[in-house]
């Protein structure tokens, strides 16, 4: 087995380990996106095989939709099709659960990293939290201290 095919089963289970979470998450909307990137890529590259279209199992608004069965390495995954897809590809009907993908075990972290240098990817830094200050939409500044009572506003006062 060379590098390319090492490197490609690799890509393949950061896939399965991303797809695992992100049914799962909390907010999965960055993992789906990373999750597509990487599919469209490896698909214009060549190295992922579109199988055909199946009707989801989870219908949107109670309309039956397809997604598209991608198969990238041993694995298989579903991605929004696009027009071009449903006019060239084969509908395979209702998901066959004949399409299994392998055993993985991969940490999340390591998953994204993998995947993030493949797309080309540089994750957003979140601010430090340490040299922020709390602020809540129901504050209100406290008077106590002050030397006039009630405040007045600066451009009312007399010198």
Known sequence: MDQKDDSLKEIAKALFIINRHAKTAPEPKHLYYIKKETINKLLKEKKAIKMGLHFSDHPKLSNQHS????????????????KEDFKGLKHLGSLD??????????????AKKIVYNYINYKP?????SSNRRYTSTYYTPSSLGKMEWPPIHPSRRKF
């Open 67 to 82: 997604t598209l069965l991608v198969k990238v390495d041993d694995y298989y995954f579903h991605i929004p099709p696009t």
């Open 97 to 110: 659960q004949n399409y299994r993908n392998p055993q993985t075990k991969m940490s999340l972290s390591k």
């Open 124 to 128: 957003v830094k979140k601010q430090d």
